[in-house]
């Protein structure tokens, strides 16, 4: 049996955070190119067993869309849920961004950050779209309460 190489071993945490489509919506037609989109995509937590975020953001098309070089909106939205036993590998930092995926072609990112609401036993998920030079106010949370005996370990 061959083993993996070092390499692979450094970019799995990027091959497991990567989005799963879930569906999407045509909201306007497009005569060259893609129609402009709403996306729903499914995140796992890499950290939190049982947990996966659901996001839906504004997907460009048109010619610049099919190029590869629109910028997509800023707005999305975020709904965690609890999708199985939640179980934690190893203590988690009090903020962490879990998820981050690119939606222009240089300057815009979409992110997924995960707070521990220690007093209410609760992950915390927001997102938002950073902005190289100037960032958009527009932001969506969500959280899961986890039941009390099963405390979060927070590092």
Known sequence: MRSFSPIFLLLLPFVVAR?????EVDTVFK????????????????????VTCYTSRAKTGGIKGALGVAEDRSEAAIACRQVGPISFAKPLPEQEEVFSERISL????LRIVRMVDRKRNT???LTYAE???EGSPQNSVTAVPVDRATPIPVK
Do not use: S, T
């Not at 989005?19 to 569906?23: H, Y």
């Open 19 to 23: 989005a799963e489509p879930i569906g």
């Open 31 to 50: 005569w060259i190119g893609p129609d402009h989109k709403i996306l729903v995509e499914a995140h796992d937590d890499p950290k939190v067993n049982g």
């Open 106 to 109: 240089v300057f815009k990112k």
């Open 123 to 125: 992950l915390v998920y």
């Open 131 to 133: 902005r190289l030079i």
